[in-house]
């Protein structure tokens, strides 16, 4: 059945209002006011004694609608128990100011490209200007730790370095464990071939001392930590957490900022000794149950395979990654505005950004140590 | 205002709530009546905030009943308590809207989720709403991080208006705005509960507002609510509650409200 039933009634129009008319009814009843003919004139007489539970929304669509054709002098009447609501919304029609419409842009096709091309570079600009700054700031902290050591915050550290260190040394072992065995066992197929099973040795304990035991527990660190530092110090902008440290005079990125990137640069190093240590445990275990290799004799092939700058050239990284990681997390979580949405999108734009950071830094590594013969 | 004999709106009986130890309600009793605006006090920690998020079935009390319109949200099927939901609107002390959809998208998100109907319908139910609690139409496309205290609360109340409820919960409408904005939001309270037939339960604890709106007043002492008008409630003797309408601000608001001519409803 149709919502809206027009008959003629003379010169004048009759408009039955019939059927369910309430919010559930909105679709069709906001279609078949839109097919109402424009052109009428005289009277319009509505009749609602057929029209069931009307809700305020059909009545406002239609009321609005009468509103535009009485434009042409059609005169409108309620009649057969009308909602009480129309008196209301007749009221807010009339009430209803003319709102300009904002003219669509202009810009079109190769102008616009360029216009977007300008804005974004413009955005880089001021986004690296932003993170310069922001090392700026960290550094200025640790400048005046110098001077007053209470800047530093040793319980928040060390709460920090709990956080991100002592609770990843689980999931760190365990990885750094498994991937190692991986790279054994493919190493073991491929070099059996040629009979130089012993040098799977050389494989692993050079791998993961130089590459994999830094890299891998850089890239967990980046999920669990770099996503946290970012949630949780977005969270403390969204609550005004943040401007409150600041209208009492300290200074957010002293409390919240240097204390976890200072924490990750002491436990990133230290977890990854615990990934080395477990990465070669994994080889040596592998290379025991699948290669026949002793341990005795794996420790003395590990000794010769190693050179003495070998651990440290891996080790050494730890502490540039934990920076990269840490003030990623820190400058995301701070540039966090008005909405939950941000929070997921710069919490997200971290932990992207922080592990490409981490790969990056290490291929300059890799060409640094090449160079220079490390 | 006549004794309404109707069945009630909300009826809680015997509502027992605990936090471990600590019992918040013991016995808690309270009826709404249909087309009542019906105020909730107490001091901070004595429950409102549980009694009203127990009502809306998003806590489950540990003793007691709660029923709206005769049902219990508690026992009802999934069907039925969507059905019991949708018949409400609630605003929330903070507002509550979602902060990654702009005002307009919040008042819709309701009508969208729940009724299928085109953009053009929604945009225009999203206008009529922000009509409604007198926001003007540029709020819409603003983001709620954009407004100011008073239009979060509106448009919070657009929001729950959207369903079109003829049951409206209120949690501390007034807080957080100063006196020009807390009255005219009462002033639009009374509007819309005239012209849309509402019943309210609102939680405040803005004297001025309770004067000016609320027909009756539930208190809640030690753990049970004592129920009765405001004028009963001037001359209860129980210590809490006659310090609380008879402190400087109590009588300051009875006062403001005689000389405004009073409550509205007498």
Redo the contacts between chains.
């Keep these: 059945m149709n919502a809206l039933a027009l008959e003629r009634d003379g010169g004048d129009w009759r408009l039955h209002l019939q059927g369910d008319w309430s919010l559930a009814g909105m679709a069709q009843i906001d279609e078949e006011i839109g097919a109402l003919p424009g052109d009428m004139s005289g009277t319009l007489v509505c009749d609602w004694s057929r029209a069931r539970a009307p809700g305020i929304g059909p009545v406002w669509a239609l009321v609005t609608r009468l509103a535009q054709l009485s434009g042409t002098g059609l005169q409108v009447r309620h009649v057969g128990g009308a909602p009480h609501t129309v008196a209301l919304l007749q009221k807010l029609e009339l009430e209803r100011a003319d709102v300009p419409s904002v003219p669509a842009s202009a810009e079109r096709g190769v102008r616009r490209a360029i216009g977007a091309l300008g804005r974004w570079a413009v955005m880089q600009g001021i986004e690296a200007r932003g993170v310069l700054g922001f090392f700026g700031r960290i550094a200025t902290v640790l400048g005046h730790a110098v001077s007053r050591p209470g800047a530093l915050r040793v319980p928040s550290i060390a709460r920090h370095i709990y956080e991100t260190g002592i609770t990843a040394i689980p999931i760190v072992s365990l990885i750094a464990f498994l991937i190692s065995v991986v790279v054994a066992y493919l190493g073991a197929q491929q070099l059996s071939k040629f009979g130089a099973d012993i040098f799977v040795v050389d494989l692993v304990t050079i791998g993961v001392l130089r590459e994999m035991g830094v890299l891998l527990t850089a890239i967990i660190v980046a999920g669990r930590s770099g996503s946290a530092f970012a949630a949780e110090i977005g969270f403390m902008q969204l609550n005004e957490e943040t401007d409150a440290l600041r209208a009492m005079g300290m200074n957010p990125v002293e409390l919240l900022v240097v204390p976890r990137v200072l924490a990750l640069i002491i436990a990133l190093p230290l977890l990854t000794v615990i990934a080395d240590a477990m990465g070669l445990a994994g080889g040596g275990l592998l290379s025991l149950l699948e290669l026949h290799i002793p341990l005795a004799q794996f420790s003395v092939r590990l000794r010769e395979a190693l050179s003495p700058t070998t651990f440290w050239a891996g080790l050494i990284k730890a502490p540039v990654f934990a920076l990269l990681i840490g003030m990623v997390g820190a400058y995301r979580g701070m540039q966090v505005r008005e909405s939950a949405r941000e929070l997921g999108r710069l919490t997200t734009m971290a932990v992207v950004q922080s592990i490409f950071l981490v790969i990056l830094a290490d291929a300059l590594f890799a060409v640094l140590f090449q160079k220079i013969d490390f | 205002m006549a004794e309404s004999t109707a069945e009630p709106v909300v009826r809680v009986r015997g509502l027992i709530s605990r936090f471990g130890a600590q019992v918040v309600h013991d016995g808690l009793d309270l009826e709404v009546r249909p087309n009542e605006i019906f105020g909730i006090v107490g001091g901070s920690g004595s429950g409102k905030s549980v009694l009203l998020r127990t009502i809306l079935g998003l806590r489950r009390p540990q003793g007691g009943s709660v029923e709206v319109y005769g049902r219990d949200i508690h026992r009802l099927a999934r069907a039925e308590r969507l059905a019991l939901v949708r018949s409400w609107g609630v605003t929330f002390q903070t507002g509550a809207l ?3 959809l702009s005002v307009a998208q919040n008042v819709q998100l309701p ?1 969208r989720e729940y ?4 953009e ?2 929604l945009d ?2 999203a206008e ?1 709403n922000l ?2 609690v007198g926001l003007p ?2 709020a819409a496309s603003k ?4 407004l100011s205290g008073g239009m979060v609360k509106r448009a919070a109340l657009a929001r729950a208006l959207s ?2 409820p003829k049951l409206l919960f209120l949690d501390e409408p007034t807080s957080g705005l100063d006196p020009i904005s807390a009255a005219a939001f009462d002033e639009l309270l009374l509007y819309l509960h005239s ?3 509402l019943t309210v339960v609102m939680i405040t604890h803005d004297l001025d507002s309770l004067f000016r709106t609320c027909h009756r007043v539930g208190v809640i002492v030690d753990g049970r609510m004592v129920t009765g008008t405001l004028a009963g409630m001037m001359d209860n003797p129980q210590p809490w509650i006659h310090s609380y309408f008879h402190g400087p601000r109590g009588r300051a608001a009875e006062r403001a409200a005689q000389m405004d001519g009073g409550n509205p409803h007498g």
Excluded at chain 2, 115 to 118: C, E, F, G, T
Excluded at chain 2, 143 to 146: H, K, L, V
Aim: aromatic share 12%; no cysteine.
């Design positions: 979602i902060s990654s009508l009724y299928p109907m085109p053009y319908a225009q139910l009529l009509r409604l139409p540029d983001y709620p991080a954009q369903l079109e012209e849309l037939k």
